[in-house]
């Protein structure tokens, strides 16, 4: 009766019990932090693998952030949306080049998001980027994005520069509800249409 008694340490079934797995102090228990196979455990070698989303300048070269840059210095492998540009930034901050820099753009999105997240699992750290502004907003990298969120793979977006953000406050337009279309179309019909779905609406359109 005695070993029974939840209370005694000596019980396994107690989760006082250092031994016990489900006891957070427990090393192998997986919601220990400091179990390396816990995912918020940062000795755990699957958060070591980052893709970095980073904002680029969209006009003043001063406006790439600190975090930026050095996402930029320790990714083994960059892809960007025009490899001359982002050379030209990196050259700017005195960064050397990776050993794979690759083009990640409107054409190839499918192919190379499926490089990109291989990279990762593969132990690179990636550094993703468009030639100005954030990737995913209204320039590719919302594929790759999604496909690391749905298969956990860790990743982060750096804050920076943002055409839309700029756009809104400079416009001295209302801020506390807005839509961002992205690019209209071209043809003046389409465009005529596009505009018309808003017309009514009281909120800023970007």
Not at 2 to 18: K, R
Not at 93 to 110: H, K, V
């Amino acid at each position: 009766k005695y070993h029974l008694n939840l209370l005694n340490p000596l019980n396994p079934l107690n989760l006082l019990n250092p031994l016990n797995p489900l006891n957070l102090l427990n090393l192998l228990n997986p919601l220990n932090p400091l179990n390396p196979l816990n995912p918020l455990n940062l000795l755990n070698p699957l958060n070591l693998l980052m893709l970095h989303v980073i904002a680029t300048p969209i006009g003043n070269l001063g406006d790439l952030s600190p975090r930026a840059l050095e996402a930029f210095k320790s990714a083994a492998v960059i892809a960007c949306e025009d490899t001359r540009r982002t050379w030209q930034l990196l050259t700017h901050f005195g960064i050397p080049r990776p050993a794979d820099m690759f083009s990640y753009r409107q054409g190839n999105e499918e192919r190379i998001t499926e490089r990109i997240v291989a990279d990762v699992k593969a132990g690179k750290e990636v550094a993703l980027c468009s030639d100005g502004g954030y990737p995913g907003i209204s320039d590719p990298g919302y594929r790759v994005i999604r496909t690391c969120a749905q298969e956990g793979i860790p990743y982060e977006v750096i804050p920076g520069a943002s055409a839309v953000n700029v756009a809104l406050l400079m416009s001295g337009l209302s801020t506390s509800s807005f839509t961002f279309r992205g690019f209209p179309p071209r043809g003046p019909g389409a465009l005529r249409n596009w505009f018309a779905e808003d017309a009514d609406k009281e909120h800023t359109m970007i």
